[in-house]
């Protein structure tokens, strides 16, 4: 879908929607998810007692979630989510140039797309329609913007077909979602896609009604790199309490991929997984302040929504304007994108087990530009770290468990950690580091 946006950049804005947490500068909101006994992960037992203040957290609706539904999607914790939006699946050489880029799920198909053939070829489907071999069902995307909050009768019809809502001046995305809902096949996973609505523009009370026992499995997509109304007062400004337009450095920063999966966790409760949603492409063209999103961007903006919660990650593939117009950015376009993803979507298939593995709240503080989630994995301590601020800078990370080097993945080096402590140097907003570090026994769990 085009993600064209002018007509609703001049919304009504509910101010307050975030509450306190709105007022960090960075915009990003440290997790909140409720402290958890720990499930089973296969981790050696210890004797140690758990330092104070640190408990274990379960991913969001815990991992063993997927199995629940008819055709689900895998709960084995080698399996995380790589996703592509909206993608058509007609012959298998598609599906083999998606395997190739590391996507294993598409995201809502063409109406053309044969489903039976992805799951074949070894690929999981969320299509808008019913299929056998489906892993789930789509009831609507960025149905908060273009039907709004309500439950007003709802015309059949969607956006460019005429009215949507059956009664002028109505809002009636409560109701399609219902509708929706009565149409997918009993037991399957549902999924839904937000926008700004739910992001940005309507309070907590509006937004909530779009997550009472509405989908399984949600996302929403704010893109920060390359949206160009999104750095307005009345949209990105949510970040700062809607006080003013953020600066450039404030807006085009990938740690605000990360306040959007952290504002969905909290309408959602942290009950459910919910996905990241990044552009790989040039999702605007009504606007000369359109840009293309590059490869470190797109590093740094999945990282950020993995730091913050996402259980997922879908690629927005689509290319409206810029060097490659095209429905298919990952097939078709040259240069580092695909490569980046490609990349991207190797190493998390390798870290799959830690990122379906418990968060360790409460271990690592820090002192400096940066974002910071803690991971517990067979008596390992895994700290994932984005850069939040545009300059990047040095941070020191405090750890109360964990042993004396801290191994940087992917990267050839290690850092020494003395008395719990270690300092490294993010370059720039993009700045991503992961850290691997032994001793995670003394951590309790």
Known sequence: MMKTRTALAGAAVVVGILGAAAAAASGIVPMTGPAATAPSTGAPSSTAPSPTGVTLRPVDGGPDYYSRFTGGLPTDPEFFPLGVWLESVVDRSNVTLDAE????????????????????????????????SASGFVLSDEVDMWAGPGNAAWSGKYPGEGPICAAESTECGYTIQKERRAAATPGAMLYANYGKGVAFWESDEEALGFFNQTQDLVSADTYWFTDPYICARTEGGAVIGYTRDLTPEECRLAANYGWTVERIRKLNNAASPVWAFVEVGHPF?????????????????????????????????????????TQHVLRDCKGDVRQTVTDLNKHLKDLAPVLNAPFLDGATTVTGPADVATKLHNGKVYVFAGANKSTGGTVTFTMKCGGSTAVVLNENRTVPVVDGTFTDTFADGNAVHLYSIDGGTSCGH
């Open 285 to 325: 063209q009504d606007a000369p302040e359109a840009t293309t999103i590059t490869g470190p961007q797109i590093r740094a903006a999945v990282w950020s929504s993995l730091i913050h919660g996402a259980r997922g990650v879908i690629y927005f593939n689509h290319s409206f304007g810029g060097q490659c117009p």
């Open 101 to 132: 880029a590391g996507l294993n799920t598409y995201v809502e198909l063409t109406a053309d797309s044969d489903v039976q053939l992805a799951r074949d070829s070894g690929m999981y489907a969320i299509p808008a329609f019913t299929h056998a």
